[in-house]
């Protein structure tokens, strides 16, 4: 099974294990569908950082995103097909989003550096790491693990501010223990990696 | 696409681009800063390749850590109609996606597609006449077809086959008179579906699942025949096919005699026009759940044959059924009433 989901007892369902739901209780075109939409989610979410930097933001889009190619989805879409009309979708989602919210201008990206950024991360080599990646969080200390924890599972966006406060720490230190957590796990899944 | 990234291990970014990519990442950058990462970006592809493969990284460590939902219901609508005296069925089927935000937790429901659209059943006899008719006289129009080739594959089945595919509420009594597939051209109130434990308060069950059908004097149940795919079985010549089932007398007594039929109707409405090719009967004669089964054929070679019924105004004419859809009909033809469960169908050779 997969990764269980946080104190629920529930395990999350890996694509793989997607397949194995019972062919017959799904409409084939959903469960082609859902199957194309998790594929897709850590590319879209790369691509769309590329644009946004916030995650409601993001997940917002990924959701819209999601909506408008289920309504306009075709029969017979390949992986491909459905991902390059995603990432389109995405980026006129993401734009649209900017010119609405207008973010402070000084922390963004030129545009033409943002859409270089996002056509960029589509080539980055998918190498289906979720899993080892899952392993290597697991060898975390509980320090380490509540910095990733307060930046990356708390819905309140102030979460790594109050993680500070109640270390006595400054958040500029804990930023700096998040950047080299998260090059300690792309080591980790690096080595684990059986082509590495 | 081309010119993948791949893990480029000796690359190493320098401090500066570390810090700088981060703080964008965490959406944290100042002026100044973001100026120096646009110029690093710029100038030097392969830090441009880091920052997409940092930014990937994190998309999959945030994927990795905030829950992903997606919830698939399947919705089952069975919808009962009734007008001028006529009652109709419909029943679809639709899958309904839901995406949830991870972030807020509110979750966007896509617009059900509708998936099956699952034999949509009128029992108007006005419709069924006129498709009838139209069948008819299509037929009779048509240029004759050399005979059909036996078919192996798919395989023959009845929908329906258990009746167990509308549930009866607990809290009414324990019998609906909607019986789903079994009731193609006529209907009748003298059979019905029986959640036979509440029926019998726990004396008996059904053979298969909760729910059997139970027929009175006079009832009947009809089926057109249809493989597995959804085709029709139209009438050849020599076909031959086993009806099985379970039956079981509702008390004791005299035993009770069905006979099982193979049918054409060749028109329901305004006047009925039917041929039975072949009858088969049996006797039930417990109070236990008894086994029966019966093979039925038509003839090898001609398909021309008189009406068993016809109704006014229509000459009783010898018709060729070949290549008309065919049907099973299940009939009561005694005064005692019976139950029948788990019925199947194969075609034989």
Request: aromatic share 8%; with cysteine.
């Amino acid at each position: 099974m997969g990764q269980e989901l946080k104190g629920t007892g529930i395990s999350q369902l890996t694509n793989s294990e997607l397949n194995k739901v019972d062919a017959a209780a799904l409409d084939p075109q959903v469960r082609k569908f859902v199957d194309f939409y998790l594929q897709t989610r850590v590319p879209l979410r790369a691509y769309i950082y590329g644009f946004l930097k916030n995650s409601e933001a993001i997940e917002d889009c990924i959701q819209e995103t999601c909506m408008l190619v289920w309504n306009k989805q075709q029969e017979g879409w390949t992986l491909d097909e459905y991902q390059k009309f995603s990432y389109t979708t995405a980026r006129f989602k993401a734009l649209s989003w900017l010119k609405k919210h207008q973010p402070k201008k000084h922390v963004q990206l030129s545009p033409a550096m943002m859409e270089k950024l996002a056509d960029r991360t589509l080539q980055v080599e998918p190498d289906h790491r979720i899993s080892i990646l899952n392993d290597c969080l697991d060898r975390l200390s509980p320090e380490q693990r509540n910095i990733l924890d307060a930046r990356y599972e708390a819905a309140d966006s102030q979460a790594l501010q109050l993680l500070a406060n109640s270390l006595s720490r400054k958040v500029d230190s804990l930023y700096k223990q998040l950047e080299r957590l998260r090059t300690i796990l792309r080591d980790c899944v690096r080595k684990e990696l059986p082509y590495q | 696409m081309s010119d993948r990234i791949s893990n480029n291990v000796n690359y190493q970014p320098s401090s500066e681009l570390r810090d700088l990519v981060d703080k964008m990442i965490d959406d944290r950058l100042l002026a100044d800063e973001r100026d120096s990462l646009e110029a690093l970006l710029e100038s030097n592809s392969e830090a441009l390749n880091y920052c997409a493969e940092r930014v990937h990284f994190h998309a999959e460590l945030e994927e990795s850590m905030a829950p992903v939902r997606v919830e698939l219901t399947q919705k089952r609508h069975v919808v009962f109609e009734k007008k001028r005296g006529f009652a109709s069925v419909s029943r679809a089927m639709s899958n309904v996606v839901k995406i949830e935000n991870s972030k807020h937790g509110k979750a966007v429901e896509l617009p059900p597609k509708p998936t099956t659209q699952a034999n949509f059943l009128s029992y108007s006899l006005v419709a069924l006449g006129l498709m009838a008719v139209a069948a008819l006289i299509f037929q009779l129009t048509r240029s004759p077809e050399p005979e059909l080739a036996p078919r192996l594959a798919p395989k023959l089945a009845f929908n329906n086959a258990s009746f167990e595919d509308l549930d009866i509420n607990e809290k009414s009594p324990p019998y609906i008179f909607t019986i789903l597939e079994w009731q193609d051209y006529f209907q009748t109130s003298k059979v019905k579906v029986c959640d036979v434990e509440r029926a019998t308060d726990g004396k008996r069950s059904a053979k298969e699942g909760r729910y059997a059908v139970i027929i009175e004097e006079g009832g009947f149940l009809t089926q057109r025949l249809t493989y597995d795919d959804g085709t029709s079985l139209k009438a050849r010549k020599g076909l031959k096919f086993r009806i099985s089932g379970w039956a079981m007398l509702e008390s004791t007594g005299k035993p009770c005699s069905l006979s099982i039929a193979t049918r054409v109707v060749a028109s329901a409405y305004p006047s009925m026009r039917q041929v039975q090719p072949s009858v088969e009967k049996i006797t039930v004669e417990s109070t236990e759940w008894q086994k029966f089964s019966v093979d039925l054929s038509l003839p090898k070679d001609s398909l021309v044959m008189r009406p068993n019924v016809t109704g006014a105004g229509l000459e009783n004419d010898l018709m060729d059924i070949t290549g008309l859809n065919l049907a099973i009909s299940i009939d009561n033809k005694s005064s005692v009433k019976f139950f029948l469960d788990a019925m199947s169908v194969e075609e034989i050779k």
